[in-house]
Structure formats: C-alpha cells, structure tokens
C-alpha cells in the first residue's frame, strides 16, 4: 500500500468526492462513507484513515444506468451477476467493443457472444 501516490506523503487524502448527501443508513452516497468516519476524519491516526480507504476500495463498483452504444436502449450497469458483480462478467470478454464504445446492453451484447468465434 506504499507505493500508492494515495498514500504517500505526510497526510492521508479524504475520500470525500464533494457529493455528500446521507441515505437512510447514516452512508455518504458519494463517498461511500459512515457519519462516524466522516464526523471523526480529521481525527484519525493516519492508519485508522488508511483502514477507511481500503474499506472502501473493498466496495463492490457502483451499479450506473448507461445507454447500449450499439441499440441506444437504457440498462443497468454494475449488477446482476451470478457471482454479485455485473451481468456482464457472466459473459465472454468481448472487448474492444469499437471506436468510442463503452458497454452494450444485455440483449446486444448476448449477440455479440453468439458470434464469438468457436475456440
């Protein structure tokens, strides 16, 4: 964990994303963030904030609504995964997916599956 640049240094930077807003669990919806370490940041040791950090690296990715750059249909990115991952990891890697393209819906990229060529 040294070698990190997030780490190095006299201070251990907050991972405060200047999105704050606490849902009902007392959880930052930015930074991901309970009250109490958001509350007692600046007065944990520089170890205590790094067990913050690799708490929340832990994290699962967060799930985003995205648009198929292929059919233009709205999907959920992020979830649904046999293992608690995206849906898409149940799938053969199909990158790249072509210029400027970020992810494909389910449906569009199920196709692309089925057109892999047979190893």
Aim: proline share 8%; glycine share 10%; charged share 15%.
């Amino acid at each position: 964990m040294s070698a990190s640049p997030l780490f190095s240094g006299t201070g251990v930077p907050s991972p405060c994303i200047k999105r704050c807003a606490l849902d009902a669990d007392g959880v930052c919806s930015g930074c991901r963030r309970t009250i109490a370490e958001i509350s007692q940041w600046s007065a944990l040791s520089a170890t205590e904030q790094r067990a913050v950090w690799q708490r929340l690296l832990a994290l699962p990715p967060r799930s985003a609504e995205k648009r198929c750059s292929q059919c233009g249909a709205l999907f959920v990115c992020g979830t649904g995964g046999q293992n608690g991952g995206c849906w898409c990891a149940d799938l053969p890697a199909l990158l790249p997916l072509g210029s400027g393209a970020d992810c494909r819906c389910p449906a569009c990229l199920a196709q692309a599956a089925l057109l892999l060529p047979v190893a």
